[in-house]
């Protein structure tokens, strides 16, 4: 434990000196809902599970789950994704 402490501490250091949000430098996801109709999520780890209904998204230490009508992953790249239709809810687990 106390070697990811010391890890996380260098990790907020060095989001403090270059100004960077600290969830980007940890490597955690960042998601963005607009409206609810899209939702983007940057630094994902692929998809888990994929429906019309529900998408599940692995986001390493957690995993995203998206509930709603018509979904369809509308692109994907190693580093971020974008989900399209009738966004109801996204849970964290």
């Not at 409206?35 to 529900?54: D, V």
């Not at 998408?55 to 974008?82: F, P, Q, T, W």
């Amino acid at each position: 434990m106390g070697h990811e402490r010391k890890k996380e501490g260098l990790l907020e250091r060095t989001a403090e000196v270059f100004d960077l949000p600290g969830d980007v430098v940890a490597g955690l996801p960042r998601i963005e809902l607009i409206g609810n109709r899209q939702l983007r999520m940057e630094n994902h780890r692929g998809i888990l599970a994929y429906g019309s209904q529900e998408i599940h998204i692995s986001g390493g230490r957690m995993i995203v789950k998206v509930r709603g009508e018509d979904l369809e992953l509308k692109s994907m790249n190693a580093g971020e994704l974008l989900i399209g239709g009738a966004i109801l809810g996204v849970e964290l687990t």
